[in-house]
Nanobody, 114 residues
Framework: VQLQASGGGMVQAGGSLRLSCAASGSISRTITMGWYRQAPGKERELVASLTYGQLPKYADSVKGRFTISRDIAKKTVTLQMNSLKPEDTGVYYC?????????WGQGTLVTVSS
């Protein structure tokens, strides 16, 4: 499946952004969908994920501020980001994982200014 991420931009601290990941194929509940981010000079890290039969998983740093959701009909996974902080700055990538099949989107840049 091909993934297309969008919705990044520049926002002041305390603001909100909504990232979307559009998939070319199915994103049924059996497929794990996730958002990752990579800050300058740092490794890529998991931000949030949806796995079949489990509660959504969030990085400790974003709990209570970010919400991941899946719209199977629209083949879209969304990351709602509220109360953004400068440390949330980075390139955000969506990822799908079904058994050994992994796909990454191209990334969308989020910049949070203080």
């Amino acid at each position: 499946v091909q993934l297309q991420a969008s919705g990044g931009g520049m926002v002041q601290a305390g603001g909100s952004l909504r990232l979307s990941c559009a998939a070319s194929g199915s994103i049924s509940r059996t497929i794990t969908m996730g958002w990752y981010r990579q800050a300058p000079g740092k490794e890529r890290e998991l931000v949030a994920s949806l796995t079949y039969g489990q509660l959504p998983k969030y990085a400790d740093s974003v709990k209570g501020r970010f919400t991941i959701s899946r719209d199977i009909a629209k083949k879209t996974v969304t990351l709602q980001m509220n109360s953004l902080k400068p440390e949330d700055t980075g390139v955000y990538y969506c990822r799908s994982n079904y058994r050994e099949l992994v796909s990454w989107g191209q990334g969308t840049l989020v910049t949070v200014s203080s």
